[in-house]
């Protein structure tokens, strides 16, 4: 299997734009999370969803993000409008029950200018 | 507030010796513990778990050692090698209840030649 895919690797955008973060999990996966790496959180979870069904986005941390799962091979993390304070390193992970072992994608570096 | 934490950003340590890294954690509800190694410009990935019924796993040239009343485990490498440098994160969850996992900030390791 090739893993979790995330695109893109990079995005570099100026403060205002729009931002989405694409993720496709291993397939056969139920469950899929989003993460945002900062220095003072580590690893944060936004997001996760079950059955491509959002069951806890309670660490999303404000209405600019939403994220959606329309289907079990495909996820996007959208910013909107993006601001400096949002640029980190964005993981997606995917795991066969939510429980379990979560297999992390290479992540996206944003940048908000 | 953190839920998990790693209080130690960083650890250097010569090739060879052995590395601990350590990680406390405040949720007496947390029965399943985990160790994930992050390469720069990699996602992390999964190293070793451990379960709240046992006190010790081992795998290889790596150790978990969990101590439930005091609400600390750590991950000892014997011996440590260069390729071991990398960014460690600790993480739990409640897994009986299929609760989402809950990462720590992150312990730097540099193992010195």
């Known amino acids: 299997d090739a893993g979790v895919i995330q695109s893109p690797r990079h995005e570099v955008t100026e403060m205002g734009q729009e931002v989405t973060l694409r993720c496709k999990p291993i397939?056969?996966?139920?469950?899929l999370f989003w993460y945002r790496q900062t220095m003072m959180r580590g690893l944060e979870l936004l997001i996760y969803?079950?059955?491509?069904?959002?069951?806890?986005d309670s660490g999303m941390p404000e209405d600019r993000f939403s994220a959606k799962m329309p289907n079990a091979s495909f996820s996007t993390l959208k910013i909107q409008p993006s601001e400096p304070r949002d640029s980190a390193v964005y993981f997606c992970?995917?795991?066969?029950?939510?429980?379990?072992?979560?297999?992390f994608g290479p992540g996206t570096r944003l940048t908000v200018l | 507030d953190q839920q998990v934490k790693q209080n130690s950003p960083s650890l250097s340590v010569q090739e060879g010796r052995i590395s601990i890294l350590n990680c406390d954690y405040t949720?007496?509800?947390?029965?399943?513990f985990l160790w994930y190694k992050k390469y720069p410009a990699e996602g992390p990935t999964f190293l070793i778990s451990?379960?709240?019924?046992?006190d010790k796993n081992e795998d290889g040239r790596f150790t978990v050692f969990l101590n439930k009343s005091a609400k600390h485990l750590s991950l000892h490498i014997v011996p440590s090698q260069p390729g071991d440098s990398a960014v460690y994160f600790c993480?739990?969850?409640?897994?009986?209840?299929?609760?989402?996992?809950?990462f720590g900030t992150g312990t730097s390791l540099t193992v010195i030649p």
């Open positions: 992970a995917s795991s066969f029950l939510s429980a379990d072992t979560q297999y």
């Open positions: 397939s056969g996966h139920n469950s």
């Open positions: 969803f079950n059955n491509n069904v959002p069951i806890d």
């Open positions: 949720n007496s509800m947390f029965d399943y």
């Open positions: 451990i379960s709240s019924i046992k």
């Open positions: 993480a739990a969850s409640a897994m009986h209840t299929g609760n989402q996992f809950y």
